[in-house]
């Protein structure tokens, strides 16, 4: 995947959206999972190898506050993002 083809901005987000309203629902919240978990990855290894300056900092601190797992679940491992998991058949 190649980030630079991502527009950033509010262009951007009209994309992602665009291209999510397009999908089958199934497929919306599978790749609304996948994107959520690999930001979530992102934040948690930016932490954990200390990959955090001023420019990302903020960005870190705000997706590990907002996706972290719900008060009283207990994940399974540290890394467990099961909570991120959308799509229930």
């Given amino acids: 995947m190649n980030l ?3 527009k950033t901005g509010s262009k ?3 994309a992602v959206a665009d291209a999510l309203h397009h999908q089958h629902r199934t497929t919306q919240a599978d790749s609304v999972s996948t994107l959520l978990k690999g930001i979530y990855q992102w934040a ?3 932490r ?3 990959r ?3 420019r990302n900092e903020r960005a870190v601190r ?3 506050q ?3 797992p719900p008060k009283g679940s207990e994940p399974l491992t540290a890394n467990d993002d099961a909570h991120l998991e959308f799509y229930v058949c």
């Fill in 12 to 14: 951007g987000v009209t």
């Fill in 62 to 64: 705000q997706v590990l």
């Fill in 52 to 54: 955090i300056d001023l």
């Fill in 4 to 6: 630079d083809d991502l």
């Fill in 66 to 68: 907002h996706l972290k």
């Fill in 48 to 50: 954990d190898l200390n």
């Fill in 44 to 46: 948690r290894e930016s």
